[in-house]
């Protein structure tokens, strides 16, 4: 089952689209990756997800990607004495460790490390942004603070720091319980929230052991000044603009959008892009134009995928969602607008064995007007460093790992097949032809570029490229 598109569709699971059937149904409209939200549901309702996932694998016969996202720290104000309270613009409002219920003076903020990081002047934003406070004084158990934009305040609404580093781990008990739990599963992709610096990726990095891919999301302001480290240690990064949006003015997203999608493409990593990309389908069968442009433009960007939040997990129209982005994704493919940006943002290939063939293999099937790129691959890294090129056909990924194939339904173009690894240069040949028009990606007469590496099976040794004829 070939697409006939080359970005990528992430679509979350959730109440809409957790039967075997709707499962099946976003697939065929078009999800490659099905995201599982830890936030929400208990484990037995992603094991339930996961193994509908696999199912619908089996009988499609094509690797599907499974993320799970990792809920991340929770920062909450507590309880108030009658549930809300009206903030005045202007006014004094105090955070504080007391339990006690809260009053229009006062309520608990029950995270110290947001006490020890605060200065004088550090804003504090609660409600996804709705509400602006500025740090007056503060010691180790209080913040007193000014209101400077005021509004309705009711029990546990989230807060923001966006302007300070917290000395606070990404991962929870909840989150390192989550994850044994979707490694043990099978995942294929763990997507780390709350991301503020390099090191934060190094502890997920070593906690996973190599079991699963890891991707980066990128929601806070902390994070884009470490931006190319954290791209360095990560196997993906995410766009998380919801977040983004709230701790950094709206006006900035685009372009810091912009500059991440360029920095995953320089290094040959994956980069999704999310949050509210077609909002308006959680209750219309139909998107707004702003919307449609929203992911056309991180198409034309260069994005490996888009995602689908709400949209496909607890809206009315998940899999209408699902086709619509399909439907975007393969109109802006093919503007020979699309083309012209793609070249014109060509990273240099660096001075690596893995780039030369790879950079070789793009300008190949570009001079003779191939059907496909072929890759022979154990680890994946030749098909992203191929990816990066952003190649004008499809690539054909050949692995005999399924976990490979699974991570690299993430990848832009890749079309993945597991099959066995091949022992002889005349093999390699057959079984890219033989291959290629099973999956109809060629007919007959045309020519394909195949890259490899000797010995075969070795990861990392990609040194060979050879162009065949596909015959009979």
């Known amino acids: 089952m070939r697409r006939q598109r080359k970005a990528k569709i992430v679509a979350t699971l959730g109440p809409a689209s957790s039967t075997p059937e709707q499962i099946s149904a976003l697939f065929h409209a078009g999800a490659d990756v099905f995201r599982l939200n830890f936030s929400h549901g208990a484990h037995e309702d992603h094991k339930a997800r996961y ?56 309520v608990q903020l029950p995270h110290p490390e947001i006490f020890a990081a605060v200065k004088t002047g550090t804003n504090l934003l609660l409600d996804d942004g709705k509400l602006r406070l500025r ?17 309705k305040l009711s029990d546990r609404k989230g807060v923001n720091v966006p302007d300070v580093v917290l000395p606070l781990s990404p991962l929870t008990k909840k989150d390192r319980n989550d994850l044994r739990y979707g490694l043990d599963l099978g995942v294929d992709w ?17 906690l996973i052991g190599g079991r699963a891919k890891l991707i980066a999301k990128l929601e806070k302001p902390s994070a884009i000044e470490h931006l190319e480290e954290i791209v360095d240690l990560s196997d993906a990064v ?37 949050t509210q990309m077609l909002d308006s389908m959680v209750h219309s069968p139909a998107p707004t134009r702003a919307e449609a442009s929203d992911v056309a433009t991180a198409v034309y960007d260069g994005a490996d995928a888009v995602m689908l939040s709400a949209e496909s997990a607890s809206g009315q129209y998940p899999v209408e969602a699902v086709a619509m982005m399909d439907r975007i994704i393969t109109r802006v493919e093919r503007d020979p607008a699309y083309r012209r940006i ?31 790129i072929v890759t022979y691959t154990t680890s994946g890294s030749t098909v992203l460093r191929v990816a990066r090129e952003r190649p004008e056909v499809p690539i054909l990924t050949l692995t005999a790992s399924m976990a490979t194939a699974r991570a690299l339904s993430m990848a832009w173009g890749a079309h993945c097949v597991k099959t066995a690894d091949v022992k002889r240069f005349s093999e390699m040949v057959d079984k890219a032809c033989r291959i290629a028009l099973q999956q109809e990606i060629a007919k007959v007469g045309d020519r394909l570029v195949i890259t490899a590496g000797v010995p075969f099976g070795t990861p990392g040794s990609t040194n060979i490229l050879r162009v065949a004829w596909v015959e009979e």
């Open 238 to 274: 995410m766009v998380a603009r919801g977040d983004l949006g709230v701790e950094m003015a709206p006006e900035d997203v685009p372009a810091i959008q912009k500059q991440i999608i360029a920095a995953g493409r320089k290094s040959g990593k994956p980069v999704v892009v999310a």
């Open 135 to 151: 740090v007056k004084k503060f010691g180790d158990d209080f913040a007193e603070c000014e209101i400077v934009v005021g509004g």
């Open 342 to 372: 793609l070249d014109a943002q060509h990273p240099d290939p660096q001075a690596t064995g893995n780039d030369a063939i790879s950079a070789a293999a793009a300008q190949v099937a570009h001079t003779l007007s191939v059907a496909a």
């Open 190 to 206: 763990v997507a780390m929230s709350f991301v503020q610096r390099p090191e934060d990726v190094a502890e997920l990095r070593k």
């Open 51 to 106: 193994e509908a996932i696999r199912a619908v694998e089996e009988k499609a016969d094509r690797p599907i990607g499974v993320l799970m996202d990792l809920q991340g720290p929770k920062l909450r104000v507590g309880a108030f004495a009658d549930g809300a309270v009206d903030l005045k613009t202007g006014a004094t409002f105090r955070f504080d460790l007391d339990d006690s219920k809260g009053d229009a003076r006062r």
